[in-house]
């Protein structure tokens, strides 16, 4: 996984052209009307439910815009909210508040509806050892806060990108010549290159499992796309000699049986490619 430092630089990357993209040369609307000293006061306010994500976000979206402005939390990132609640004030100039005030809103949307739903699967999921996994269906440029948000919901982060993990799935193999030669290339490769990092491979069945096992240093075995008779034998010839994730088509309606299978972890790309953003607004008080 990408360290902490590497992942706020990520953060500070989508701000600076996400504020590039929507400002340009200037916010001319508020330029025209509004005087450059004029200070003003607004509020978050959820007109949903669910849970809140993205507060951070805002504030340091709110700090590179203008270090004058003043953030007051009331709702942190992670904490249910309903309609009606104000999640933070923020006060300072108003032409500042207004250049942020879209960026903020469309991050905070998007994160809060994607840690609504991971919080969804996290409860379905109580009781068990399975943890929840988002993956790489992310929105490009935006990948950081979407990830951001399923931690805030309570999910597991799989790999940030191609870089920081090896993963080998179906086409891999099959363009490699087959599993065992493709986990001896990586392995090979990671040796001449000095690199430590994870392995995981793809299992399309049961024969493939038993092949998988045969080669030594596979971090984690994917059962993808297997039914729940065989998620269950194929946890059970795996026994514990790595760990095993359960994906393809998992849904909050089948992820408690998946789960009760025995498998360590559950990835699910719909928690990034499948939300409806959560109803916020900012608003002059």
């Known amino acids: 996984m990408i360290s902490q430092k590497q992942f706020n630089k990520e953060i500070d990357i989508i701000i600076a052209n996400a504020v ?21 006061k607004a509020k978050l306010l959820v007109k949903d439910q669910g849970i809140i994500a993205g507060v951070e976000f805002a504030k340091r979206t709110f700090d590179f815009i203008d270090h004058g402005l003043q953030v007051e ?44 739903k991971t919080n969804k699967f996290v409860q379905k999921l109580e009781g068990t050892k399975t943890k929840i996994l988002d993956t790489r269906k992310t929105t490009p440029g935006a990948r950081a806060l979407e990830k951001w948000a399923v931690k805030i919901g309570g999910g597991e982060n799989h790999r940030f990108a191609l870089y920081d993990m090896v993963m080998l799935k179906d086409n891999h ?57 065989d998620t269950r034998k194929a946890v059970q010839l795996i026994n514990g000699k790595c760990l095993t994730e359960s994906s393809g088509g998992i849904t909050l309606e089948t992820v408690r049986k998946y789960a009760e299978c025995g498998v360590d972890f559950i990835s699910s790309g719909a928690l990034t490619h499948s939300v409806y953003n959560m109803d916020l607004s900012l608003k002059a008080i």
Request: net charge negative; with cysteine; hydrophobic share 35%.
């Open 73 to 116: 939390v009331l709702i942190k990132d992670g904490e249910p909210v309903k309609y009606g609640d104000i999640c933070f004030y923020v006060e300072g100039n108003s032409q500042s508040i207004l250049k942020a005030e879209r960026l903020v809103l469309n991050a905070m949307q998007r994160m809060s509806a994607i840690a609504t």
């Open 20 to 40: 590039r993209e929507d400002i340009g040369d200037g916010d001319h609307s508020s330029k025209a009307c509004i005087s450059e000293d004029a200070t003003g």
């Open 173 to 229: 193999i099959d363009f490699c010549g087959g599993i065992t030669k493709a986990v001896t290339k990586v392995k090979k490769y990671l040796k001449e290159n000095h690199l430590n990092l994870n392995i995981i491979v793809e299992a399309r069945n049961l024969d493939e499992i038993k092949e998988i096992l045969q080669n030594e240093g596979v971090h984690r075995i994917l059962i993808d796309n297997f039914n729940y008779e």
